[in-house]
């Protein structure tokens, strides 16, 4: 039952930085006017900086430190697949820096490590949150700016919902992105669910993946059909998580299909039946639309697998039913695979393509620069969601 809903994604945000701030408090800066009014003085430091070649300056005021790193996704290789690493200088203040190369116009991720202990930027409020650690964001602009840039054009909205959860036993979140006039109107709208990777939340796909600017953007340009995107929580809110018994339907498939469908069937203006659904998600998420979206082709018929955990070359005795071209012609509307090019689950995905390939199956595979990174997500969802819903 839908207890509470609103959009509060926002808020929450502020008020985890403000609670875990104090964490990671630098020590203090030189003395002067502006923040920190009763509560000593205000540290002047930047960081990060964006310049206009699109180069950025990271900064982290630590004098008593001797080693300082700073690791960013832009640095990501397929040994290190989310991020590599950089050792930052010392100047004669204290202050370790370390200037960036021009930087692609999109969300990237950083964080410091001090003598060996990891940490977010602690003057930076844009925080990417985790289940279990946290880092730093920030947004380099683009000119023009890219489709997953705020631009001026209708938005839409994100509600936050919470409810008890049986699957899971536990109170369970996920976001909801309405399209413009979504509030307005009396239209029902197909659903993509789109889940994220492991370790993130239920904001994930808003926070650094930006899907509620996407789709504005690309509504507004007229290249997607106006759609609702359901953003669950892939994960357990329960200190003692439930072990499904041998058998049993494991909880995210139990959770997706019997809780939050009907859910959002009865809460929103959905229209009904699998060709009003798709199904994607990064990383884990792809291999929850592996292992969940495409065991269910009854409600879903369009899929997408961004970076996605698992897939392989076994979809024929995976999936008999759906392994022929007629079958698949029948069930599956679209099958998108995108992945970056310095991740090591670009093995798995090829072989995904060669399988598909092989069994003359209708399918997208694309790979760009990165690693196993938002940058490329944003990117998956802005191919993707065109190709949804399209008639005929």
Same mark, same amino acid.
């Given at each position: 039952?839908?207890?509470?809903?609103?959009?509060?994604?926002?808020?929450?945000?502020?008020?985890?930085?403000?609670?875990?701030?104090?964490?990671?408090?630098?020590?203090?800066?030189?003395?002067?006017?502006?923040?920190?009014?009763?509560?000593?003085?205000?540290?002047?430091?930047?960081?990060?900086?964006?310049? @206009?070649?699109?180069?950025?300056?990271?900064?982290?005021?630590?004098?008593?430190?001797?080693?300082?790193?700073?690791?960013?996704?832009?640095?990501?290789?397929?040994?290190?697949?989310?991020?590599?690493?950089?050792?930052?200088?010392?100047?004669?203040?204290?202050?370790?820096?370390?200037?960036?190369?021009?930087?692609?116009?999109?969300?990237?991720?950083?964080?410091?490590?001090?003598?060996?202990?990891?940490?977010?930027?602690?003057?930076?409020?844009?925080?990417?949150?985790?289940?279990?650690?946290?880092?730093?964001?920030?947004?380099?602009?683009?000119?023009?700016?890219?489709?997953?840039?705020?631009?001026?054009?209708?938005?839409?909205?994100?509600?936050?919902?919470?409810?008890?959860?049986?699957?899971?036993?536990?109170?369970?979140?996920?976001?909801?992105?309405?399209?413009?006039?979504?509030?307005?109107?009396?239209?029902?709208?197909?659903?993509?669910?789109?889940?994220?990777?492991?370790?993130?939340?239920?904001?994930?796909?808003?926070?650094?993946?930006?899907?509620?600017?996407?789709?504005?953007?690309?509504?507004?340009?007229?290249?997607?059909?106006?759609?609702?995107?359901?953003? @669950?929580?892939?994960?357990?809110?329960?200190?003692?998580?439930?072990?499904?018994? @041998?058998?049993?339907?494991?909880?995210?498939?139990?959770?997706?299909?019997?809780?939050?469908?009907?859910?959002?069937?009865?809460?929103?203006?959905?229209?009904?039946?699998?060709?009003?659904?798709?199904?994607?998600?990064?990383?884990?998420?792809?291999?929850?639309?592996?292992?969940?979206?495409?065991?269910?082709?009854?409600?879903?018929?369009?899929?997408?697998?961004?970076?996605?955990?698992?897939?392989?070359?076994?979809?024929?005795?995976?999936?008999?039913?759906?392994? /022929?071209?007629?079958?698949?012609?029948?069930?599956?509307?679209?099958?998108?695979?995108?992945?970056?090019?310095?991740? @090591?689950?670009?093995?798995? /995905?090829?072989?995904?393509?060669?399988?598909?390939?092989?069994?003359?199956?209708?399918?997208?595979?694309?790979?760009?620069?990165?690693?196993?990174?938002?940058?490329?997500?944003?990117?998956?969802?802005?191919?993707?969601?065109?190709?949804?819903?399209?008639?005929?």
């Amino acid at each position: 039952m839908l207890t509470l809903r609103s959009r509060r994604i926002l808020s929450l945000l502020v008020l985890t930085v403000a609670l875990t701030a104090p964490l990671f408090a630098q020590a203090p800066g030189p003395s002067g006017p502006g923040r920190g009014r009763g509560r000593g003085p205000a540290d002047t430091l930047v960081s990060p900086e964006v310049h @206009p070649d699109r180069t950025v300056t990271f900064r982290l005021r630590a004098p008593q430190a001797n080693d300082v790193v700073l690791t960013g996704d832009w640095m990501a290789t397929l040994d290190a697949s989310t991020g590599g690493t950089t050792k930052m200088t010392k100047d004669s203040s204290g202050i370790w820096s370390f200037t960036s190369p021009p930087l692609e116009p999109t969300v990237h991720l950083y964080f410091f490590t001090v003598d060996g202990m990891t940490m977010a930027d602690p003057v930076n409020p844009d925080v990417k949150l985790r289940v279990r650690t946290s880092g730093s964001l920030v947004e380099v602009p683009g000119d023009p700016k890219p489709v997953w840039q705020i631009q001026d054009v209708p938005r839409g909205t994100v509600d936050m919902n919470w409810y008890h959860s049986s699957a899971y036993n536990d109170e369970h979140q996920f976001a909801v992105y309405l399209p413009p006039g979504y509030r307005k109107g009396n239209t029902r709208y197909p659903v993509l669910y789109l889940v994220h990777g492991a370790g993130d939340i239920a904001t994930s796909w808003t926070n650094p993946g930006a899907t509620n600017v996407i789709l504005d953007n690309l509504i507004a340009q007229k290249k997607v059909v106006p759609m609702i995107v359901v953003m @669950p929580f892939n994960g357990s809110n329960n200190p003692a998580p439930v072990t499904p018994a @041998p058998g049993a339907t494991p909880p995210f498939e139990e959770y997706l299909t019997k809780e939050l469908m009907p859910l959002v069937d009865s809460s929103y203006r959905t229209l009904p039946g699998r060709k009003n659904r798709a199904m994607a998600g990064l990383s884990a998420g792809g291999g929850a639309t592996w292992n969940v979206g495409l065991k269910h082709a009854e409600l879903f018929s369009q899929f997408g697998f961004f970076s996605a955990a698992g897939v392989n070359g076994t979809f024929a005795t995976k999936y008999p039913e759906l392994a /022929s071209a007629k079958a698949a012609a029948d069930k599956l509307d679209v099958i998108w695979i995108g992945v970056g090019q310095q991740d @090591p689950l670009n093995a798995g /995905s090829k072989a995904f393509d060669e399988a598909l390939n092989g069994l003359k199956i209708k399918h997208t595979y694309v790979t760009r620069e990165g690693g196993h990174v938002w940058p490329v997500w944003r990117w998956a969802l802005s191919e993707f969601a065109p190709l949804l819903f399209r008639k005929g």
